[in-house]
């Protein structure tokens, strides 16, 4: 079992700064990637950055040059640096993981969610 556990979310104005953190625990192995995900009211989730385990990182044009990917392998926690937030940024933000159990099962596990309203 992998768990993942966000945290940073919360309400901030057009154009200010938040910084989501995502934490995995349990019986890892290894990780070889982790992702945020967004979810907004009606809409289905969408990709916002992945990052491998070698660094290469990928962000869905929308977020490119605002938003930062980051991973602390040692820790096994990926963090999003999000910058000139706008109000279509608002929505629930999910962590995934992908990688091996230390029973070398693949596991993708799916953290709770972090809301990030940014007003207008």
């Known amino acids: 079992q992998v768990q993942l556990v966000e945290s940073g979310g919360g309400l901030v104005q057009a154009g200010g700064s938040l910084r989501l953190s995502c934490a995995a625990s349990?019986?890892?192995?290894?990780?070889?990637?982790m992702a945020w995900y967004r979810q907004a009211p009606g809409k289905q989730r969408e990709l916002v950055a992945g990052?491998?385990?070698?660094?290469?990182?990928n962000y869905a044009d929308s977020v490119k040059g605002r938003f930062t990917i980051s991973m602390d392998n040692a820790e096994n926690t990926v963090y999003l640096q999000m910058n000139s937030l706008k109000p279509e940024d608002t929505a629930v933000y999910y962590c995934?993981?992908?990688?091996?159990?230390?029973?070398?099962?693949?596991?993708?596990?799916w953290g709770q969610g972090t809301q990030v309203t940014v007003s207008s």
């Open positions: 349990g019986r890892i192995f290894s990780i070889n990637a």
């Open positions: 995934n993981a992908a990688g091996r159990t230390t029973s070398q099962r693949a596991f993708g596990s």
């Open positions: 990052i491998i385990n070698g660094g290469s990182t």
